[in-house]
């Protein structure tokens, strides 16, 4: 039983270096979201709203951003959705079409 209740699978650092920068799953994470859209907009004016994240929460009311410095690779990102604060850090920033971040989620 407990070993289903805690993640045991690889470091932070290892799911940061071998998995966000290379836009790999752990598939054997306790949670895994994915999700896309598409719409008929030039890249270029997606990536201006994708990249300007202290803006996300005027297209997505649950997001709060908590502390956001410079948007680029290894810069960390904290913010909450819903009642959930989360740590992030940027793992792969290059303009159209590629952003990834790592998550981190709290013990409960």
């Not at 306790?30 to 030039?42: G, W, Y």
């Not at 690779?73 to 913010?79: K, N, Q």
């Not at 792969?92 to 590629?98: A, F």
């Amino acid at each position: 039983m407990p070993a289903k209740l805690f993640y045991i699978g690889p470091s932070l650092g290892t799911l940061h270096e071998e998995y966000a920068k290379k836009s790999r799953i752990d598939e054997q994470a306790p949670l895994v979201s994915a999700a896309s859209i598409t719409i008929e907009v030039p890249v270029p004016e997606v990536w201006a709203v994708i990249s300007d994240v202290a803006s996300w929460p005027a297209w997505y009311p649950r997001f709060t951003v908590l502390e956001l410095g410079a948007v680029r690779p290894g810069a960390p990102l904290r913010w909450k959705l819903g009642g959930l604060t989360m740590r992030s850090t940027f793992a792969v920033v290059t303009p159209p079409p590629r952003t990834d971040l790592d998550r981190t989620v709290p013990r409960l």
